[in-house]
C-alpha cells in the first residue's frame, strides 16, 4: 500500500483541521437555514475562489475534448450524492453522529471496489478497515437510542457516505487529463447548478436573509473548504490508492466530535477516546512505512 510523502501529511494535517471543525460550523449554519440552501451559496462562493487559485498557479480550466460525460460521472458520488444527503443528515443529527456516520466511507469504499471494480485490497487495508469500523461502532454505540428516533437522518448520512466510497475509487480509476483543481472546479460547478434548483425548488418559501453566524459558517465552507479542503483531497483521491486515501482522513470523525463538544456543547463518552486509538490505528496501516 503506497505510504503517503511528506507533502502528503501536510496537506493532511491541514485537511484534517478544516474538515473537522467544519461539521459543528456546518450544524450551526443550518440551525435556522435551509440546508440545500445553505450548501449552494457556499458552493456559489466557492465557485470564484477556485476559478482564482487556477488562475494563480497557471492552470487551464479548459476540459479535454470528450471528457466532459466522465467529468459528470465523477461529480454524481463524488459532489452531488455527498453534499446533497450528508446537509440534510447534519439538519437533522447532531454534528458528531453526522460525522462519524460520513466517516464510515472507507468502509464502503471497499465494498465498492470489490463489487464495482474487482479490487482485492492487501491484508494491512483490511486490518485498516476493521479497526476504523470498530471505531466507528463504537462511537455510535452511545447514540444508538438517539439515531432510533431519527432514521431518516441516519440513512442520508449513510447515502452520502457510501456515494463518497464509490466517488473516491472512481476518482482513482478516472483517466482525465486535467489539472487536480481544474477537475474540482468543473465538477463543483455542475454540482452548484444542480443544487440551486433542487433549492429553489423545495426551500424557496423559507429562503431569507442569513444572520452573522450563518454568514460566517457559509464564508468558511466556500473559502476553506470549497476553495481549499476539496482540492487537497481530490489531489489525494488521484494520487493515492483508495484504501490509503480514505483511511489516511480518519482522524476527522474524531476531530468533529470533539470539536462539536467544544463549539456546540455535544459531550464526549468513553467511546470517544477508545474509538479514537482505534482510528489511530486505521490510519497507521496507510501512514507508516514498513520497514
Known amino acids: ?16 483541521l478544516c474538515w473537522g471543525f467544519n461539521w459543528p460550523i456546518m450544524k450551526f449554519g443550518v440551525q435556522d437555514f435551509p440546508p440545500l440552501t445553505f450548501r449552494t451559496v457556499s458552493m456559489i462562493g466557492g465557485l470564484p475562489v477556485l476559478w482564482i487559485a487556477a488562475r494563480v498557479q497557471g492552470a487551464s480550466l479548459a476540459i479535454p475534448r470528450g471528457k466532459l460525460p466522465q467529468v459528470m460521472r465523477l461529480a454524481v458520488p463524488n459532489m452531488l450524492i455527498w453534499h446533497v444527503f450528508m446537509i440534510l443528515g447534519v439538519k437533522m443529527l447532531s454534528s458528531g453522529r453526522a460525522a462519524i456516520l ?3 466511507m472507507p468502509v464502503w469504499a471497499v465494498l465498492c471496489g470489490l463489487a464495482f471494480f474487482g479490487e482485492r485490497p492487501a491484508r494491512a487495508a483490511w486490518i485498516g478497515i476493521g479497526c476504523a469500523f470498530s471505531g466507528a461502532v463504537l462511537l455510535l454505540s452511545s447514540e444508538f437510542a438517539a439515531l432510533a428516533g431519527n432514521p431518516l437522518g441516519m440513512v442520508f448520512t449513510l447515502i452520502a ?3 463518497w466510497g464509490y466517488g473516491t475509487v472512481a476518482m482513482k480509476r478516472a483517466t482525465i487529463d486535467m ?10 460547478a ?3 447548478a444542480v443544487m440551486a434548483v433542487a433549492s429553489f425548488v423545495l426551500e424557496h418559501a423559507a429562503w431569507h436573509i442569513p444572520s452573522a453566524g450563518t454568514t460566517a459558517a457559509i464564508v468558511y465552507n466556500a473559502v476553506i473548504i470549497f476553495g481549499f479542503a476539496h482540492v487537497v483531497w ?11 486515501s ?7 470523525p474524531v476531530l468533529g466530535v470533539f470539536s462539536g463538544a467544544w463549539m456546540l456543547g455535544e459531550t464526549p463518552h468513553w467511546q470517544d477516546y477508545a474509538a479514537m486509538g482505534l482510528i489511530l490505528a486505521a490510519m497507521s496501516t496507510v501512514l507508516l512505512k514498513p520497514r
Open 102 to 104: 460520513g466517516y464510515t
Open 234 to 244: 481530490f489531489q489525494l483521491a488521484r494520487t493515492l490508492p483508495p484504501i490509503a
Open 179 to 188: 489539472p487536480t483543481i481544474s477537475l474540482t472546479f468543473w465538477m463543483l
Open 1 to 16: 500500500m503506497t505510504s503517503l510523502s511528506r507533502k502528503d501529511w501536510i496537506l493532511l494535517a491541514l485537511l484534517t
Open 161 to 163: 457516505a457510501a456515494g
Open 190 to 192: 455542475l454540482t452548484t
Open 246 to 252: 480514505s483511511l489516511s482522513v480518519m482522524m476527522i
